[in-house]
């Protein structure tokens, strides 16, 4: 069973910085592209960033700067670091695995074959 969950969140305030992190079981994340999704309250889904398994990445031009996604293979896990966040990027957080791609493009968060998804963890920015 394939199973993604989502930690780190939290009250941060603007400028500070937060770690997520996404730690899956029952699938092997270097094979595929896993990207971190956010949606706030009232607003759709978007796109965060992404990583490839060869670890190239693509980011949101609302993140590009000051959020990095990175992996472990070795764990399993793939992070996203938010640094200097601003109240506009209060949302729940969601990693998910492209299972038909190794590699991330431009257009990733328009894929249609995210099947895994976890729980989400809540990130909320205010002072």
């Known amino acids: 069973q394939v199973q993604f969950v989502e930690s780190g969140g939290g009250l941060v305030q603007p400028g500070g910085s937060l770690r997520l992190s996404c730690a899956a079981s029952g699938l092997f994340l270097d094979y595929y592209a896993v990207a971190w999704f956010r949606q706030a309250p009232g607003k759709e889904r978007e796109g965060v960033a992404c990583s490839s398994s060869d670890g190239s990445t693509v980011y949101s031009d609302s993140v590009k700067g000051r959020f990095t996604i990175s992996r472990d293979n070795a764990k399993n896990i793939v992070y996203l670091q938010m640094n200097s966040p601003n109240s506009g990027d209060t949302a729940i957080y969601y990693c998910?695995?492209?299972?038909?791609?190794?590699?991330?493009?431009?257009?990733?968060?328009?894929?249609?074959?995210?099947?895994?998804w976890g729980q989400g963890t809540q990130v909320t920015v205010s002072s």
């Open positions: 998910a695995a492209d299972i038909e791609r190794r590699r991330c493009t431009s257009t990733y968060q328009y894929s249609k074959t995210y099947n895994y």
